[in-house]
């Protein structure tokens, strides 16, 4: 064991924060009795308020309980602070419970704090345990500085000089190194770095680092060995889990990664990015109902975080407008209900133009589920103009709807420059994921422009030949593709003037002929209906049903 160096603890600042007034006494004895001055000592019963004394000072030891019931739990509170910078490369952050279940302490190891201790505890362990932590961070500080500067250079630099100055933490700077040689794509360095660590110690950060480094290089065959190997050993490694969600990611196998990340999720709840990466996934695939719920968890989770933004509510709005679109009858009432409650949030808080061109947009959407169609163009149109939405998903959103409502051009512009809105420091998989929903959505474009294509090219032969039949089945299978083509709609009107589609009822008929003659009427201008003799061919269709149901 390293001998710790005497502290003058007298000089540091300590952050208690515990429901049980009985263990705050407690820690407040054990830290006066290790040379904490007791003014020095903060305390707080609530974890919000706690958070809030963070923002105010940085302390330099955080000890927190994991468990404030309906509260903030300890793991959001460590996520607080750390994305409001209040714990310095210098400050540790101690995770207490008194919960040795599987899931919390899984929970825990996974995020990573300096320290954790299982209660009860005595004063020799925290005091080992703080000094320990103390010791190790103050020796590796520059190694956290460049972690969250993302100076990975410097980082290497740091590391090379630790691994001679600091042997007895030897391990701990190649697990840095490790991570900063895949930062900067020197996967040839981090494999052999791996490599090495693995022939001395089977670390479980090693075999997974290794595992992402293999992915990365494209050894295919390698990563998913050595994955297999580590998850029969280890099933529960939520690590390996996410590392093979990677690598199915990587071969396009969007089942198995929302799979494996599922299973990761239910060994370690409320991990944020991971319930965000397979809402994205689900959606790429086009499970809106499973991305919605897997949306609602993420929002859900994150009440009161800093994470809880006017774009966390739009994305929840968005997914319910999402699960919509696919006509769900039975909870479509109380969905609308769901969303009107978020809408009225926003409503309060409605001060940029991105927010409200963000809630047209929206306003577009259920418009377009509705069969507004005339009310969605107009508010499309404005919400392109503006050019105000700059996150990345509501340009996938306009991108979604352009294509839908048949703005192909727009849509294709739109979508090439989606990219460009994943922020630069998004988590790699979430990154990933949202990558996936740009190139499955192109590709499903792409898909449906081929399709209505080749289907013109058959209609074209069959006019010639004068198969009347096979032409409206030819424009009825277009208008399942893409429900709201002018000029579709109108063929199908003019053609069910004259012919009846085979094995359709008349109530069929009578709902398609509804249908078209919503969008033309809705969409069409005016003088292009009268170009076209519009009416006449609507009025004989609607003769031709009533001539055939009372024939029938």
Known sequence: MVRAKFYDYSNLTALVVDDAPVVITSIRIMLRKMGFKDENISHNKDPSAALQ????HIFDVFICDYNFGKLLNGKQVFEEIQHY??????????????????KIVRSIIELSPDEYMLKPYNFHTLKQRIQTALIRKQALHSLYEATANSDFEFGVDECQKLLVTHPQYLFQVKQFLGQFYRRLERLDEAE?????????????????GLANTLIAQEKEQEAIILL????????NNSHALMAMSHLNIYNDDIPSAIKHLSIASELVPGNSDRELIIANLCHAMGDYENGLQRYRTYYFTNKNTYRDTSTSIL???????????????????????????LLSVLYKNINTPNIISEMELIGAHFAINDKRLSDASV???????????TCFYGR??????????NYKNEAEICLNNCQENIPLNEHELVAQSQLIIIKNLINENNKQSAIISDLLQKINSYEKTKNEQEVINCYLEIHSQAPYLQKICFEIIRNLAKIW???????QVRGLIEECNNTIEQIMPEKNKEAINYYFFYDKAKANLKLITHGG
């Open 53 to 56: 004394q963070a923002k105010n």
């Open 85 to 102: 910078k209040r714990l310095n490369s210098n400050s540790i952050f101690v995770m207490m419970t008194g919960e040795s279940t599987g």
């Open 396 to 405: 996938l959103h306009l991108c979604f709807l352009l294509g839908k409502l």
């Open 501 to 507: 589609p085979l094995n359709w009822t008349s109530n």
């Open 379 to 389: 508010l499309l149109n404005k919400v392109y103009k503006s050019n105000n939405i």
């Open 315 to 341: 994305n929840y709005i968005r997914a319910i407008a999402y699960k919509l679109s696919g006509g769900d009858k039975d909870n479509h009432d109380t969905l609308r209900k769901e969303s009107s409650i």
């Open 228 to 235: 297999e190997d580590i998850l029969d050993k280890s099933p």
């Open 192 to 208: 052999d770095l791996y490599q090495g660590v693995l022939a001395e110690k089977n670390y479980d950060w090693a075999n997974v």
